[in-house]
């Protein structure tokens, strides 16, 4: 069975940080990664990690964010730090390539005061 359990968000000031993390069972996934779904808008990928450790990130966070896993036990973390108003969205991790609508778990919404 297939889950996804986001957690760590919360209201935030700019310039704050916050960690996110990602449970994940049920598939495995070579590439694993954070999307984020600002209210209105599609979701965007915004970090991805390999099982080797091998990372990548949209232009407007890098150097700001850094994704982790834990293989052993199937964690993805976000570390977001000098958070920005624009980082505001509801967070989800998922697979890369993402799994169908109905594999998503429920997200954690971050949102950056200005």
């Known amino acids: 069975q297939v889950q996804l359990v986001e957690s760590g968000g919360g209201l935030v000031q700019a310039g704050g940080s916050r960690r996110l993390s990602c449970g994940f069972s049920?598939?495995?996934?070579?590439?694993m990664g954070w999307y984020r779904q600002p209210a209105g808008n599609g979701r965007e990928l915004v970090a991805r990690v390999t099982t080797d450790g091998t990372t990548n990130y949209l232009d407007s966070v890098k150097g700001r964010f850094t994704i982790s896993r834990d293989n052993a036990n199937k964690r993805v973390y976000l570390q977001m730090n000098n958070l920005k108003p624009e980082d505001t969205g509801v967070y989800y991790c998922?697979?890369?390539?993402?799994?169908?609508?109905?594999?998503w778990g429920q997200g954690t919404q971050v949102t950056v005061s200005s």
């Open positions: 049920g598939f495995s996934a070579y590439v």
């Open positions: 998922n697979r890369v390539p993402q799994l169908p609508q109905n594999y």
